[in-house]
C-alpha cells in the first residue's frame, strides 16, 4: 500500500477520540499552539522516580519536579533549584542555599527540610546516593529555611555528578511529607515544584497523561540546555497518549493531529522525512547493547570462554543486521559509551571480530575445556532488534566452535528468567542479549552491569573483588588526573574479566511536526519546557 493510500486509509481523527473523548471543556477550548502533544516509548503505569528507574517515569518526574542540579546538553552539573553552594578545603562540608520564590504545587515554599528529606529517600534507593548516604556525617538545615549544611566522613568527589542524575533515579525534590514515604514503597501523592502541573484527573493509565503548567513557577535566567537553564513552559497543556500502533501514530503525526513521537520505528523514518517531518536525535548517547554470560556456569566461569566471545563478536555484522540505515548505529567497544566523557579505548584488544580474532576465539575456547554442550541463548523474540541481534551472534559463535540452542521467548520472560542461578540444563541460561540507557552505561558508579560484586551484583553474577574495588574507588579519586587513571585501569579490568561484551551503539531518532520548535536533548528523557508550537 502507497503513502497516499495509508494516508486516506486511516481516520486519524476516529483514532485519537477515544483517548480525547474525556477531555474537559476547558482543555478542549484552548487554542491548538497551546497543547502539546506526544506519544512516549511507553506508557506511564507508576509515578514515583525513587521506586522505579523506568525512563518513562523519570521524564514524568522532569515534568512535575525540580533538582538541586540539572545537567546541560555536554553532561555538565549546572544549578537548577540551588542560588549558591560552597564547599570546604577538606571537601566534607557542603553548604547549599535555594533560589527565592521555590513553591510546591499545593501552594507551599519550598524548604531545607524538604531537600533533606527527598535526598534521603532518593539515597536508599540510587547507587550514588546509596554511597554518599554511608559517608553521611549529618544534614542539617539552618534558621533561614533556605539553607543547608551537608558533612561528609570522606570526600565525594562525585557529589555534583550524583545530584544532577536525570535518569535512573531523579532525586526528585519533593514535600518533606511525601518524601517520607518508605522508599520501597511507591507515592501516592504528586506534588513537585517543576514547570508543569500532573492533572491526576485525567490520568487514564494505558491512554492518556496530562499535564499544565505551572503558572507560579520561576524559571531561572540561563538558556535551556538539557534539564538544566531556565525551564520555560510556552504551552499550556501537555498530553502524553499511548498509541501501541505505531503506523497510525505516524500518520496522526504527518497530519497534524500529534506533534511529537519518541520513537517512531525505524522503517517510518524514510516516509516521515519525505512528508516533511523533523528528525531529532535527543537521546545523544543513544543505547548500547550488552551480551550478557552466565559467569556462575561453564563454559563462561572461566575467563577464557568469556575472552573468546568478546573476540568472536562483529559488531557491523550485527548492526547491519539491526537497522537498515548506517547513521542509525555505530561500532564502540567502549564499556561506557562512545560519545560520553567517560569514553575510553584503554585495553581494547585490536581487530575485535576480525579472522584473526576469531582464530584466537577458537584456541580459547579449547583451553578452557569447552565440552561442546549446548549454550543456551534467550532470544526475546518480540523484540526486533534484540531478537535479530541473537540470531547473528549465534551463527558467529557457531563458526568458532560453541554449539547454540537458542530459545525464543518474550522480552518479560527473559527478564523473570535471566534471576534463574540454576544451571542451564535446569532451567537458567548462558547468554542473553540487552541494551541500556546510555547515560546510564556512561556512569561507572551506575552502569549495573558492569558490577562486580558476585550474589550481588546484576544477573549474570560477575565476581572479582579487584574490579569491584576499582568501581568504588572512582568517587574518592583525588583530581579529574587521579579520575581518569581510575577510569583507564577500570576499562583494561573489564576487557580482562569481561562482565560482558558490547555490541555495539545505536540511536534511535524522535519525529517532531515541522510547526514544533525548541526541542531540547537529553539521553533517555523527552522534554516539553522550551517546546514551541507554531499556529497553523
Known amino acids: 500500500m502507497g503513502e497516499s493510500m495509508l494516508l486516506r486509509s486511516v481516520s486519524v481523527a476516529l483514532v485519537l477520540a477515544a483517548a480525547l473523548s474525556t477531555q474537559p471543556a476547558l482543555a478542549q477550548s484552548l487554542s491548538p499552539d497551546r497543547t502539546l502533544r506526544m506519544v512516549p516509548n511507553a506508557d506511564l503505569q507508576t509515578l514515583d522516580p525513587i521506586n522505579t528507574t523506568a525512563g518513562v517515569v523519570q521524564s514524568h518526574a522532569h515534568m512535575i519536579y525540580d533538582q538541586l542540579f540539572g545537567r546541560d546538553e555536554q553532561q555538565r552539573p549546572q544549578p537548577q533549584m540551588v542560588e549558591s553552594w560552597t564547599v570546604s578545603d577538606d571537601a566534607l562540608t557542603w553548604s547549599f542555599t535555594l533560589r527565592d520564590r521555590l513553591v510546591f504545587h499545593d501552594g507551599q515554599p519550598v524548604t531545607a527540610n524538604d531537600v533533606i528529606a527527598s535526598l534521603r529517600r532518593w539515597g536508599a534507593r540510587d547507587p550514588h546516593g546509596r554511597q554518599i548516604m554511608a559517608i553521611t556525617e549529618a544534614m542539617e538545615p539552618r534558621a533561614d529555611g533556605r539553607s543547608f549544611t551537608w558533612r561528609l566522613r570522606r570526600p565525594y568527589g562525585l557529589m555534583l555528578v550524583a545530584l544532577s542524575k536525570p535518569a535512573g533515579n531523579m532525586p526528585a525534590i519533593m514535600p518533606a511529607r511525601v518524601a517520607a514515604t518508605d522508599p520501597f514503597t511507591a507515592i501516592t501523592e504528586t506534588v513537585g515544584s517543576g514547570p508543569f502541573i500532573f492533572v491526576r484527573e485525567e490520568w487514564v493509565p494505558g491512554s492518556r497523561v ?98 573468546a566471545l568478546m573476540l568472536l563478536v562483529d559488531q557491523q555484522d550485527i548492526l547491519q543486521a539491526m537497522f537498515p540505515d548506517p547513521s542509525l548505529y555505530q561500532v564502540c567497544h567502549a564499556f561506557f559509551v562512545c560519545g560520553s566523557p567517560q569514553e575510553t579505548n584503554a585495553g581494547v584488544p585490536a581487530g575485535l571480530g576480525s579472522e584473526a580474532a576469531r582464530e584466537r576465539a577458537r584456541n580459547l575456547l579449547r583451553e578452557s575445556g569447552y565440552d561442546g554442550s549446548p549454550i543456551v541463548i534467550m532470544d526475546p523474540a518480540d523484540n526486533p532488534f534484540v531478537h535479530t541481534a541473537t540470531l547473528v551472534l549465534a551463527k558467529q559463535m557457531e563458526a568458532v566452535g560453541f554449539r547454540t540452542d537458542v530459545q525464543a521467548m518474550d522480552f518479560a520472560s527473559m527478564a523473570g528468567r535471566r534471576a534463574n542461578r540454576r544451571p542451564p540444563a535446569e532451567g537458567g541460561w548462558h547468554i542473553g542479549l540487552t541494551f541500556w540507557n546510555g547515560l546510564g552505561a556512561s556512569d561507572p558508579v551506575g552502569n549495573v552491569p558492569m558490577q562486580a560484586s558476585c550474589e550481588r551484583a546484576w544477573p549474570g553474577w560477575p565476581c572479582d573483588a579487584a574490579h569491584q574495588a576499582l568501581i568504588d574507588s572512582y568517587p574518592y579519586a583525588a583530581g579529574e588526573a587521579d579520575r581518569k587513571r581510575i577510569l583507564d585501569q577500570l576499562h583494561e579490568s573489564a576487557y580482562r574479566l569481561v562482565p560482558y561484551v558490547p555490541y555495539g551503539q545505536w540511536y534511535l531518532p524522535s519525529a517532531v511536526n515541522p510547526r514544533v520548535s525548541g526541542v531540547l536533548a537529553m539521553p533517555g528523557i523527552i522534554i516539553a519546557w522550551n517546546v514551541r508550537k507554531a499556529v497553523r
Open 210 to 307: 496530562v499535564y499544565r503548567r505551572n503558572p507560579e513557577y520561576v524559571p531561572r535566567g540561563e538558556p535551556a540546555s538539557g534539564t538544566a537553564g531556565g525551564k520555560v513552559a510556552h504551552v499550556d497543556r501537555v498530553e502524553w497518549l499511548n498509541i501501541a500502533n505505531a503506523q497510525t501514530a505516524v500518520l496522526a503525526l504527518i497530519q497534524g493531529e500529534l506533534d511529537y513521537i519518541e520513537s517512531p520505528g525505524v522503517d517510518f523514518l524514510p516516509m516521515l522525512q519525505r512528508r516533511g517531518m523533523q528528525i531529532v536525535r535527543t537521546n545523544t548517547l543513544g543505547a548500547p547493547g550488552m551480551i550478557r554470560m552466565n559467569h556462575i556456569h561453564p563454559p563462561f566461569n572461566d575467563p577464557r570462554a568469556r575472552e
